[in-house]
């Protein structure tokens, strides 16, 4: 790994680990005040996932996919003012209109409520709206960041946004905050609504002061014509058809989980959460550091280069991701017992977070996979072909979450659903591979699979070893958040060792690579 990418990579992985700690005390604040397992909690996930699915629906899945690679072959401030002007045009306009049609869209994504359900989600998704705009300035603008070298400053910024939701929440709490959807007051409607967005336009500030510390001159254009309007609805069209996909998906699954019983949303979102951390740490670190160096040897078309780029995100991912998952799988119901088993939460939801959460387990390494490849065709302008695995994908992703409600009745079908988004994974990380494998000539198979097979069995060591720990410590701490989290410390502690023992017996090269570069 060479040394600027070791030093990126080290900055956005702290970065990224910062951020998502303070994710974390966001979630844990708002489970003890609005209760995981109780109805208020859901309808509020329900509400503030709708400006994400509204955003990645009108531009947001576009913005991901082609932002740094025009950015990198039209690097001039001009395009840039432009492409930004064009982004808070669009987004403003969809403000407006879905505010208008908050009603309706509630009603879509959420399906049959209550009373007091349906009001109060209107409510908060009135308030959480203009979050769409904030998503789209801060993506355009951490964009321009990274083509302009500074990658971990976008890392860092949602640390913003998630001490201010902290801050709401103690907030709502001082002023008498329930967990009791019928008992919630006005005030405390407007603290959480108002509070909330207030978090994500505070990380979109973050970001404009970032970027005007690089010189780059923050300026609305009348006219955003110049930007290739025509060539990027080209290539954005194919990744808008991938996220409608995706969030008819979203919908469906929310639909069956509200459907199945109170709690199995915020337990499916939880788990959800915790599952992105080693993603987001090890893969998007990884990943935003190599994007504009792939970009450019894509560019050249110097397709050998595309090649050893994705390989080494793939091994480098690898070898943390591997011993990750197996740790998911045996430690996800003490790990979610350990950090929602309090305040208002119930211990019933708790427990099915962590179910979900050893679920989600088993997709960890084809879902980073599977999105390290996608990279590659982004980088070489291609969305048409991600687009295409991507509904295979949201395909396998609403067949499991259905055949789980049909099979496990109750709460429980979101358990099903996760082991489905595994399968779904699978599928595209094996289709992509093969596409890919057509279009570079070779997707160094042959050395990811030796890597591999060095990183499972050590991975399989260090799993078995947390497991019996685990067994061991639980029968000593006995059930409760503080048992939990004792087994929690002393299973991982335990499983660590073993696997950076076995992967060193086992001579896995891209362990000793990695820890170099983060010791440099």
Same mark, same amino acid.
């Given at each position: 790994?060479?040394?600027?990418?070791?030093? =990126?990579?080290? #900055?956005?992985?702290?970065?990224?680990?910062?951020?998502?700690?303070?994710?974390?005390?966001?979630?844990?604040?708002?489970?003890?005040?609005?209760?995981?397992?109780?109805?208020?909690?859901?309808?509020?996930?329900?509400?503030?996932?709708?400006?994400?699915?509204?955003?990645?629906?009108?531009?947001?899945? #576009?913005?991901?996919?082609?932002?740094?690679?025009?950015?990198?072959?039209?690097?001039?401030?001009?395009?840039?003012?432009?492409? $930004?002007? @064009?982004?808070?045009?669009?987004?403003?306009?969809?403000?407006?209109?879905?505010?208008?049609?908050?009603?309706?869209?509630?009603?879509?994504?959420?399906?049959?409520?209550?009373?007091?359900?349906?009001?109060? /989600?209107?409510? *908060?998704?009135?308030?959480?709206?203009?979050?769409?705009?904030?998503?789209?300035?801060?993506?355009?603008?951490?964009?321009? !960041?990274?083509?302009?070298?500074?990658? %971990?400053?976008?890392?860092?910024?949602?640390?913003?946004?998630?001490?201010?939701?902290? %801050?709401?929440?103690?907030?709502?709490?001082?002023?008498?905050?329930?967990?009791?959807?019928?008992?919630?007051?006005?005030?405390?409607?407007?603290?959480?609504?108002?509070?909330?967005?207030?978090?994500?336009?505070?990380?979109?500030?973050? @970001?404009?002061?970032?970027?005007?510390?690089?010189?780059?001159?923050?300026?609305?254009?009348?006219?955003?014509?110049?930007?290739?309007?025509?060539?990027? &609805?080209?290539?954005?069209?194919?990744?808008?058809?991938?996220?409608?996909? =995706?969030?008819?998906?979203?919908?469906?699954?929310?639909?069956?989980?509200?459907?199945?019983?109170?709690?199995? *949303?915020?337990?499916?979102?939880?788990?959800?959460? $915790?599952?992105?951390?080693?993603?987001?740490? +090890?893969?998007?670190?990884?990943?935003?550091?190599?994007?504009?160096? *792939?970009?450019?040897?894509?560019?050249?078309?110097?397709?050998?280069?595309?090649?050893?780029?994705?390989?080494?995100?793939?091994?480098?991912?690898?070898?943390?991701?591997?011993?990750? &998952?197996?740790?998911?799988?045996?430690?996800?119901?003490?790990? =979610?017992?350990?950090?929602?088993?309090?305040?208002?939460?119930?211990?019933?939801?708790?427990?099915?977070?962590?179910?979900?959460?050893?679920?989600?387990?088993?997709?960890?390494?084809?879902?980073?996979?599977?999105?390290?490849?996608?990279?590659?065709?982004? /980088?070489?302008?291609?969305?048409?072909?991600?687009?295409?695995?991507?509904?295979?994908?949201?395909?396998?992703?609403?067949?499991?979450?259905?055949?789980?409600?049909?099979?496990?009745?109750?709460?429980?079908?979101?358990?099903?659903? #996760?082991?489905?988004?595994?399968?779904?994974?699978? &599928?595209?990380?094996? +289709?992509?591979?093969?596409?890919?494998?057509?279009?570079?000539?070779?997707?160094?198979?042959?050395?990811? !699979?030796?890597?591999?097979?060095?990183?499972?069995?050590?991975?399989?060591?260090?799993?078995?070893?947390?497991?019996?720990?685990?067994?061991?410590?639980?029968?000593?701490?006995?059930?409760?958040? =503080?048992?939990? $989290? #004792?087994?929690?410390?002393? /299973?991982?502690?335990?499983?660590?060792?073993?696997?950076?023992?076995?992967?060193?017996?086992?001579?896995?090269?891209? @362990?000793?690579?990695?820890?170099?570069?983060?010791? %440099?």
């Amino acid at each position: 790994m060479d040394e600027g990418l070791a030093r =990126a990579g080290r #900055a956005m992985a702290v970065g990224t680990f910062v951020s998502r700690v303070t994710g974390f005390l966001r979630t844990l604040a708002l489970v003890a005040a609005l209760g995981l397992g109780k109805g208020l909690f859901d309808i509020y996930t329900v509400a503030n996932t709708l400006p994400n699915s509204i955003y990645d629906l009108v531009l947001g899945g #576009a913005l991901t996919s082609v932002l740094v690679p025009l950015l990198v072959r039209y690097p001039d401030e001009l395009y840039a003012q432009r492409l $930004l002007s @064009l982004v808070v045009y669009g987004l403003g306009a969809t403000v407006v209109v879905t505010t208008l049609f908050a009603p309706q869209i509630v009603d879509l994504c959420a399906g049959d409520l209550g009373a007091d359900q349906r009001r109060v /989600a209107i409510v *908060l998704t009135r308030f959480f709206l203009p979050q769409v705009l904030f998503y789209g300035v801060g993506t355009t603008l951490a964009a321009v !960041l990274s083509a302009r070298g500074r990658q %971990a400053v976008p890392m860092w910024a949602p640390v913003a946004n998630n001490l201010v939701v902290v %801050a709401t929440t103690a907030a709502y709490l001082a002023i008498g905050g329930t967990g009791s959807l019928e008992r919630l007051t006005v005030a405390q409607t407007w603290l959480l609504g108002v509070g909330t967005t207030a978090g994500v336009a505070v990380q979109a500030l973050v @970001l404009c002061l970032a970027t005007r510390g690089t010189g780059f001159r923050i300026r609305l254009r009348a006219d955003p014509r110049g930007v290739g309007v025509r060539r990027i &609805a080209a290539m954005a069209g194919w990744t808008l058809l991938s996220v409608a996909a =995706a969030q008819v998906a979203i919908v469906v699954v929310n639909r069956l989980a509200l459907a199945s019983g109170e709690g199995a *949303l915020g337990a499916y979102a939880n788990a959800y959460t $915790l599952f992105q951390l080693p993603y987001a740490v +090890v893969t998007v670190s990884i990943v935003t550091g190599v994007l504009p160096g *792939l970009s450019r040897a894509a560019a050249r078309r110097d397709l050998s280069l595309v090649t050893a780029e994705l390989s080494r995100c793939l091994r480098l991912s690898g070898v943390v991701l591997l011993p990750v &998952a197996a740790f998911l799988v045996v430690l996800g119901p003490y790990l =979610a017992t350990a950090l929602f088993a309090h305040g208002n939460a119930t211990p019933s939801a708790a427990a099915l977070t962590g179910s979900v959460l050893a679920a989600y387990g088993l997709a960890l390494v084809p879902f980073c996979g599977y999105q390290v490849l996608l990279r590659g065709f982004y /980088a070489m302008q291609d969305t048409r072909t991600p687009a295409m695995i991507g509904l295979l994908v949201t395909a396998t992703t609403i067949g499991g979450a259905v055949v789980s409600a049909w099979l496990v009745p109750g709460p429980r079908m979101v358990v099903g659903a #996760a082991v489905g988004y595994a399968l779904a994974n699978c &599928a595209g990380f094996l +289709v992509a591979a093969a596409v890919l494998r057509g279009r570079l000539g070779r997707v160094d198979g042959h050395r990811l !699979l030796r890597a591999h097979g060095r990183m499972l069995p050590a991975a399989l060591v260090a799993g078995g070893a947390a497991a019996v720990v685990a067994r061991l410590t639980g029968q000593v701490t006995g059930p409760g958040w =503080a048992g939990s $989290l #004792a087994v929690v410390l002393a /299973a991982g502690a335990c499983g660590g060792l073993l696997y950076g023992l076995a992967a060193w017996a086992l001579r896995v090269s891209e @362990l000793r690579t990695l820890v170099s570069a983060l010791r %440099a």
